[in-house]
């Protein structure tokens, strides 16, 4: 058991972030700051590019002078390579967002690169795919499906064909915790995905059988009150190809989506059960 530090800051300060690195002084840095959910990025994308990318520039700069040895280990995401056609990409295909939230994710994924490259600096980029296992936070896909049947709710599917990789919390976590003890080379980048694709409606229903749900799975509309997400515009398939980090780092996925998505309803399951 190790013990824990807590450094409280704002991400989108400077000075805050450099203050937080100046008490720490770490010897690895793992950067996983951000603004995610896509769907409200349309909407109010000034926030996206304030926290997502300044905030990384905030990062980079507070470890170049701060602790200019240290590795440092960026999130990135699948959502930077946008559509890419129906094949599996690797980490040199060009990037396309198709969202606000995935622009300042390209924006903050390209700095550091040029950060690697200019300045020196010692990091690795992971472009994570889809994560499921939250425990409480409903606004992601699974988790919101998962909450909706356990509570005999209408599930509202809204782009029901598009296609996408889904990994447990734990493959993820694991994924990061052997890029910051690894050796591998600065400048290298990442994709962590478990290679198994799947559509929106094929999710929903795999989680039916899982749960009992007997209630009516609506495609094509997003739930009442959600926000602006033009459907024309949303990239409809995004499957990575993994095999850089299986290969460099060892990685691999050890939970099954059967067996993740089982574990993350038996979660919510005893969740609800306790309210």
């Not at 951000?34 to 909407?43: C, G, I, K």
């Amino acid at each position: 058991m190790h013990d824990v530090h807590l450094v409280q800051g704002d991400l989108t300060s400077y000075h805050s972030v450099r203050n937080a690195v100046l008490s720490c002084k770490p010897d690895v840095i793992a950067h996983l700051g951000a603004l995610t959910p896509v769907r409200y990025s349309f909407e109010t994308p000034f926030p996206y590019n304030s926290i997502n990318y300044e905030g990384t520039m905030n990062v980079v700069h507070s470890v170049l002078d701060v602790m200019p040895k240290a590795r440092l280990l960026v999130a990135s995401t699948a959502e930077v390579y946008g559509g890419q056609g129906k094949d599996s990409v690797g980490e040199t295909v060009s990037l396309h967002p198709s969202s606000p939230y995935a622009v300042s994710k390209v924006a903050a994924d390209l700095y550091v690169q040029m950060s690697m490259k200019n300045y020196g600096l010692d990091a690795i980029i992971f472009r994570c795919n889809n994560t499921y296992g939250r425990i409480g936070q409903g606004g992601f896909l699974t988790e919101y499906v998962i909450g909706a049947m356990l509570k005999d709710q209408p599930v509202y599917i809204g782009a029901p064909d598009h296609v996408r990789e889904y990994m447990y919390v734990d493959d993820h976590v694991n994924a990061y915790y052997l890029g910051l003890k690894s050796e591998a080379p600065k400048s290298r980048i990442f994709n962590v995905s478990p290679g198994v694709a799947v559509s929106n409606i094929e999710l929903a229903e795999q989680l039916a059988k899982i749960t009992g749900y007997e209630g009516e799975i609506i495609r094509g509309k997003y739930p009442p009150n959600y926000p602006l997400r033009p459907i024309q515009w949303d990239t409809d398939y995004i499957v990575l190809d993994s095999s850089r980090i299986r290969k460099e780092l060892g990685w691999r996925p050890k939970v099954t989506l059967k067996e993740g998505l089982q574990k993350t309803v038996d979660c919510w399951r005893s969740q609800i059960d306790q309210r």
